[in-house]
Nanobody
């Protein structure tokens, strides 16, 4: 297993959570595109954010549904990528996954597409209720 998600849980509408994606090694973390996806029952897996972890790079991408509310960041010293989620809504309820692709995956036309990622974590559940 190369990626492990943590930090999910239950929160009220308007609350915040921070998810963590931990890569098993510097080799996995560095010079990659690490993306966050989510999936709720009956829906397709949705790409919501991605970050290019190359040194001096850290290009970030966001989907329209989370832009302005979620923030992705990288921690090279610990091989971690964080997803800070603020102003959570009921429609954010889903299982959240992180995935790793090549650094080219973070291009504007591909970062949000599932086939461009090779390895996935097991997922962490986020439930937002009023």
């Amino acid at each position: 297993v190369q990626l492990v998600e943590s930090g999910g849980g239950s929160v009220q509408t308007g609350g915040s959570l921070r998810l963590t994606c931990t890569a098993s090694s510097t080799h996995v973390y560095s010079s990659s595109c690490i993306g966050w996806f989510r999936q709720s029952p009956g829906k397709e897996r949705e790409g919501i954010a991605a970050i290019n972890t190359g040194v001096g790079d850290y290009v970030t991408r966001y989907g329209d549904s989370v832009r302005g509310r979620f923030s992705i960041s990288g921690d090279a010293a610990n091989n971690k990528v964080y997803l800070q989620m603020n102003s959570l809504r009921s429609e954010d309820t889903a299982t959240y996954y992180c995935a790793v692709g090549s650094k080219w995956t973070c291009a504007a036309g591909s970062w949000w597409q599932v086939p461009f990622y090779g390895d996935w974590g097991q997922g962490t559940q986020v439930t937002v209720s009023s």
